[in-house]
Every structure is written in structure tokens, then in C-alpha cells.
């Protein structure tokens, strides 16, 4: 199965200068802002976890009963023991390497730091795979660096990398904010149109472009597209279309705001013939660095 990797916008943008002057005041508003939001943003991560955990506890259970019966039978040896043994702690690590990404996730630092931004949506996307596909939904990645395509739909092998134009100077925890938040809403919209029956199958495709001076992240659904009447508004404060109780109206707001005044990159979307494409555009800060994967 091929998957669209261009974005059409990729090449054709430039960052205003406008965008990085902005006052100390406003700045501190915005960021209490996102901090509020951010409490959500826990909640939905947990949740991710709770999804992410339940196959690998279900698989120790299942392999404790086996041990179990085999005793009963007297038919255990100390092979079974040691088999066992392997295969336990292999969960326990992929579990324990779970809640490290999800810590890293959580990072409050108010730095920059290199990351293989590459890498970094993948890990992201390996928390959410569980969760995604328990809604009968397909999750897809695909990445491009100097004219290479590798495409996904597990998440078990990194990326390789012949030349390393996706490690970038970021803050991690602004960049997770504005992409969990897209990824969030993607679910929520694919979700929607299949208890409405609008599609009998979700899909959400997220695809990464890299030139020297841009990194372009697409993330598509096929959920119901956005209401011409309300496109204007979705990256409004306090906006939304779901029932009350059940949206802030702030994620959108707060992924823009942070995109455009503390990660100077920008945060737009459009409708296409099979759903909702939002695009993140950040600038890349180097035009020929070799390979030294994150």
C-alpha cells in the first residue's frame, strides 16, 4: 500500500520575521495558556499508556497460566522455566521503555535540545499505535530524506538514515504539545465518522519531509471534512465543535500559538477529497550534516 509523502506546501513557504517579535507579555499569556492545556494533554497520554500496556500484560498472564498448567502436569522443565524467563523480561523491558518515552514525553524544560525529529515522531507514534488501532483504524508513517522514501505500518525498526537533516535543534515539549494535539484530533475525527457510518475503515497517515532548510510533518484522517462555515475558527480560542463538557477549545488555539511564537514555524490544514490533512512546517537549521542518528 502507497501512501502520498509530498506535501505541496513543503517547498513554498517562508518564515516571516514577524512571527519571532513578539512581547514578553503577550508571550507569558500564551504559555498560561498552554500550560493549562497541558493538563489535558496528560490525561490523553495516560490513557495512550493504559492501551499500550494492556496487550503485553495480557500476553504475561497468558504465559504465567501456561507455566502454571504444566506444573499441575508435572511436565515442566527447566527449559519452559528459562523460555518463560526470556520471554517475561522481554515484556517487562518493552514496557518499562514504554514509560520512558512517556516521561520523555512530559519533559518541562524550557530548552532546546538536538533530536532526530524523525525518530522522535516515531517514538511518539508507537505510544498512540495501540490505542489508534483498537478503533479500527490504520496507522501509517512515512518519511523522505534526499529523495528516499521508507514507508511503515509498524513501529518496531527506526528509520535508517543516509544523512542526518532530521536532527534538529527543538523544544521537546512544545513540539509534543502541537503534534499530540493534531494526532488527538485526528483520532477524534476518524472515531466520529465511523459511528456515524460515514467510512468503514480509519486511517491516519502521518508523513515527513526533509530538505536542508524545512522539516514538513503531515498528518492526514479520513474523518468528515471541516465545515467550510467554520474553518476560519478552529484555531480560535475557546472554539469548538464538540458537546459540553468534552472540549476546552483551546488545543487547536494553543498548537497554533506555540508554533508561531515560540517554535517560529507555522501550523495549517486543508481539506482533501478523502478527509483532513494538518500540516507543521519547521525550519531546519542545517544544510548539509551527516548522518549521526539520535
Known sequence: MKHSV?????????????????SDDGCCKEYNLF???RENDVNKLLTTISHHWRQPLNVLA???QDLCELHDLNKLSNGDIKEFGKRAMGTIQDMSAVIDKFISSLNCERVETRKNIVHHIFDLLKLYQPEIEF??????????????TEIFDSFETYPACSYDLASNMIDVMKFNHV??????NAKEAVCEALKKKVISKGFINVSVVVSPSLI????????EPIDEKIKDKIFMPYFTTK?????????????KTVMTNFLHGQL???????????????????????????
Open 268 to 294: 495549517e490544514f486543508h481539506n482533501c477529497s478523502d478527509g483532513v490533512e494538518f500540516t507543521i512546517l519547521l525550519e531546519n537549521d542545517h544544510s548539509d550534516a551527516l548522518c549521526s542518528s539520535d
Open 179 to 184: 503534534f499530540t494535539n493534531i494526532i488527538d
Open 243 to 255: 458537546n459540553t463538557g468534552n472540549g476546552t477549545g483551546l488545543g487547536l488555539y494553543t498548537a
Open 6 to 22: 509530498v506535501c505541496d506546501s513543503a517547498e513554498k513557504i517562508s518564515f516571516s520575521t514577524e512571527s519571532k517579535a513578539n
Open 35 to 37: 500550560l493549562k492545556e
Open 135 to 148: 478503533n479500527n483504524t490504520d496507522l501509517h508513517f512515512s518519511c523522505t530524506c534526499q529523495n528516499k
Open 216 to 223: 514538513s510533518i503531515c498528518i492526514k484522517n479520513n474523518g
Open 62 to 64: 497468558l504465559s504465567v
